[in-house]
């Protein structure tokens, strides 16, 4: 099975970070899809999503298959003027790195190599306290 | 609806690490089982006119699938050219299926019918389940296992109404009170005892989830025969009756949810079946809710409404949902402790209501108990299912 439609369909939500306004109820919508999670329509704007957000709430994956970094975090966010999404952290070591309410940015990455292809989306980074 | 669909039998097997055992022997052994439970006998080729088979993990985890309602003939083939369908909702598979043939005995198509659940969890490597799991999607949720799912809820919860100790207190004590009722539960795939400390310093599997945190990987299968209410007598003099039901679906997506501290499928599937069954949770005696994850039981107890949001670790802390206690959950030892074959949880949990309310639970029977709940909460907190029974024809 290709993963490859899949993602080609999200590629600006993925490596451009773009989301999906609704013109109707102002839900920025993320990744892309046809109708707006919150009201249904399908008036969507493509818009940029800001760099940065908070921590809603994260996890710390210990038990992983090898091909998988350990320990793995993982996190919902809410970025900077709206968009909500979950995804990987990057450079934590454990869950005293995260913290429910902190500042992060969202960074492009690599997320995983299958049949060759290197799959790239956007990755959680803490902010540390000078960059904040 | 109310009071117009009864069970007349059930059974399952003692659930576990089955290698010796095929899916369908699994299916096989729970459905003598269940035939043998009807009191006054069943003729079970002539009556039954209708099948729902609830598995869900099919072609990943056993050798073999059972992937249509054919799959179910195989393993009983007195069913042979009746109408049989398969159900797959996630966690909540076996209760839906059978919600949907308790819909097909209460509009009156059929007079009889039987629920199934069979799932083999363990027939694949650990390792290969969780990779096929972790490895479905290549960017956003790659990584994202079941415990993740839920362990993403108790980390909000913790934040805001506890702290991250105090989880930890209390999910320890869900897991020592869960291990000890699946000591007294001949079903059981766990029938050992642990200790707090066993559970609070076990190895980290998905913060702050630790390994006593989860169920296990278990085979197992579970079987009910139901029947119009008015026929029930013809069957047993003791039989239970389907007092409310009810199903929500959440969005999947956690980030697009309205709470990451309250499971709102449970929330409408539970506000559903109280207001079908014309009971409030307090009327409850006992409830088998679903705890894949200690925290899972938690939060089950909020949503559920045996307390108010943010309170549930009064529940545990105090005994009120251990045996003896004013509402105890997991009599089985739960998914926890009893096991979690997806497609055969929701029915066993039933099969522990039929016991309850029969008086036929012995070490574990909750003294006079009448009014009993069932609950699933399957895939990412996404779908919900709650079923009520009671003894007493209502
Ligand atoms: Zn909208």
Redesign the pocket.
Same mark, same amino acid.
């Given at each position: 099975m290709t993963d490859l439609p899949y993602v080609w369909r999200q590629k600006n939500a993925y490596l451009q970070f773009k989301g999906y306004k @609704?013109k109707? =109820?102002e839900?920025v919508n993320y990744p892309k899809t046809l109708k @707006?999670i919150? =009201?249904g329509?399908e008036e969507l704007e493509e818009v940029q999503l800001a760099r940065t957000g908070r921590v809603l709430t994260y996890i710390v994956n210990y038990y992983m298959p090898d091909e998988f970094d350990r320990p793995l975090g993982q996190g919902v966010i809410e970025m900077d003027g709206g968009g909500r999404l979950m995804t990987q952290f990057t450079e934590i070591e454990s869950e005293k790195d995260i913290e429910i309410g902190m500042p992060i940015e969202i960074v492009i990455r690599r997320m995983s190599t299958k049949d060759g292809l290197n799959y790239y989306g956007p990755k959680i980074r803490p902010l540390k306290k000078e960059e904040k | 609806m109310r009071g117009k669909v009864a069970i007349i039998g059930a059974g399952l097997i003692k659930f576990g690490e089955l290698f010796d055992k095929s899916y369908y022997d699994l299916i096989g052994m729970a459905a003598n089982a269940c035939i043998d439970s009807v009191d006054k006998g069943i003729d079970i080729e002539k009556e039954v006119e209708a099948a729902w088979i609830g598995t869900c993990m099919g072609g990943i985890s056993a050798q073999r699938d059972v992937l249509s309602g054919a799959g179910l003939i195989t393993a009983l083939p007195y069913l042979k050219l009746k109408p049989v369908t398969r159900v797959e909702n996630a966690c909540a598979t076996g209760s839906d299926a059978f919600r949907n043939a308790a819909f097909a005995v209460a509009s009156g198509v059929y007079d009889v019918a039987i629920a199934v659940g069979a799932e083999k969890m363990r027939e694949k490597e650990p390792q290969n389940f969780l990779r096929y799991v972790a490895g479905r999607e290549q960017v956003l949720n790659r990584g994202l296992i079941a415990p993740s799912y839920f362990a993403m809820y108790a980390n909000a919860w913790a934040k805001k109404y506890a702290s991250d100790e105090k989880l930890r207190t209390y999910m320890s004590k869900v897991a020592v009170k869960n291990h000890h009722n699946g000591s007294l539960c001949p079903y059981s795939h766990f029938m050992f005892e642990i200790t707090e400390e066993q559970a609070s310093t076990a190895p980290l599997v998905s913060y702050p989830f630790r390994l006593f945190d989860c169920c296990p990987q278990t085979d197992g299968a579970a079987m009910v025969i139901l029947c119009k209410a008015e026929l029930a007598k013809k069957y047993t003099d003791s039989p239970i009756y389907l007092l409310g039901t009810g199903q929500s679906a959440d969005v999947y997506w956690i980030p697009n949810r309205q709470s990451l501290t309250s499971a709102l499928a449970t929330v409408m599937a539970a506000k559903e079946a109280y207001k079908m069954a014309k009971i409030e949770p307090k009327d409850l005696d006992f409830a088998e809710v679903h705890d894949c994850f200690t925290f899972t039981e938690l939060l089950d107890y909020e949503d559920l409404g045996f307390c108010k949001p943010g309170e549930a670790g009064k529940l545990i802390t105090e005994g009120e949902v251990c045996l003896g206690g004013r509402l105890p959950v997991n009599t089985s030892g739960g998914l926890k402790a009893k096991g979690h074959p997806i497609g055969a949880t929701g029915i066993g949990q039933i099969c522990e209501n039929w016991f309850q309310l029969r008086n036929e639970a012995r070490k574990r029977q909750v003294d006079g108990a009448e009014i009993g709940l069932q609950h699933n909460l399957g895939g990412p907190l996404a779908i919900g299912c709650v079923n009520i029974f009671t003894n007493k024809k209502p």
């Amino acid at each position: 099975m290709t993963d490859l439609p899949y993602v080609w369909r999200q590629k600006n939500a993925y490596l451009q970070f773009k989301g999906y306004k @609704c013109k109707r =109820c102002e839900r920025v919508n993320y990744p892309k899809t046809l109708k @707006c999670i919150e =009201c249904g329509s399908e008036e969507l704007e493509e818009v940029q999503l800001a760099r940065t957000g908070r921590v809603l709430t994260y996890i710390v994956n210990y038990y992983m298959p090898d091909e998988f970094d350990r320990p793995l975090g993982q996190g919902v966010i809410e970025m900077d003027g709206g968009g909500r999404l979950m995804t990987q952290f990057t450079e934590i070591e454990s869950e005293k790195d995260i913290e429910i309410g902190m500042p992060i940015e969202i960074v492009i990455r690599r997320m995983s190599t299958k049949d060759g292809l290197n799959y790239y989306g956007p990755k959680i980074r803490p902010l540390k306290k000078e960059e904040k | 609806m109310r009071g117009k669909v009864a069970i007349i039998g059930a059974g399952l097997i003692k659930f576990g690490e089955l290698f010796d055992k095929s899916y369908y022997d699994l299916i096989g052994m729970a459905a003598n089982a269940c035939i043998d439970s009807v009191d006054k006998g069943i003729d079970i080729e002539k009556e039954v006119e209708a099948a729902w088979i609830g598995t869900c993990m099919g072609g990943i985890s056993a050798q073999r699938d059972v992937l249509s309602g054919a799959g179910l003939i195989t393993a009983l083939p007195y069913l042979k050219l009746k109408p049989v369908t398969r159900v797959e909702n996630a966690c909540a598979t076996g209760s839906d299926a059978f919600r949907n043939a308790a819909f097909a005995v209460a509009s009156g198509v059929y007079d009889v019918a039987i629920a199934v659940g069979a799932e083999k969890m363990r027939e694949k490597e650990p390792q290969n389940f969780l990779r096929y799991v972790a490895g479905r999607e290549q960017v956003l949720n790659r990584g994202l296992i079941a415990p993740s799912y839920f362990a993403m809820y108790a980390n909000a919860w913790a934040k805001k109404y506890a702290s991250d100790e105090k989880l930890r207190t209390y999910m320890s004590k869900v897991a020592v009170k869960n291990h000890h009722n699946g000591s007294l539960c001949p079903y059981s795939h766990f029938m050992f005892e642990i200790t707090e400390e066993q559970a609070s310093t076990a190895p980290l599997v998905s913060y702050p989830f630790r390994l006593f945190d989860c169920c296990p990987q278990t085979d197992g299968a579970a079987m009910v025969i139901l029947c119009k209410a008015e026929l029930a007598k013809k069957y047993t003099d003791s039989p239970i009756y389907l007092l409310g039901t009810g199903q929500s679906a959440d969005v999947y997506w956690i980030p697009n949810r309205q709470s990451l501290t309250s499971a709102l499928a449970t929330v409408m599937a539970a506000k559903e079946a109280y207001k079908m069954a014309k009971i409030e949770p307090k009327d409850l005696d006992f409830a088998e809710v679903h705890d894949c994850f200690t925290f899972t039981e938690l939060l089950d107890y909020e949503d559920l409404g045996f307390c108010k949001p943010g309170e549930a670790g009064k529940l545990i802390t105090e005994g009120e949902v251990c045996l003896g206690g004013r509402l105890p959950v997991n009599t089985s030892g739960g998914l926890k402790a009893k096991g979690h074959p997806i497609g055969a949880t929701g029915i066993g949990q039933i099969c522990e209501n039929w016991f309850q309310l029969r008086n036929e639970a012995r070490k574990r029977q909750v003294d006079g108990a009448e009014i009993g709940l069932q609950h699933n909460l399957g895939g990412p907190l996404a779908i919900g299912c709650v079923n009520i029974f009671t003894n007493k024809k209502p």
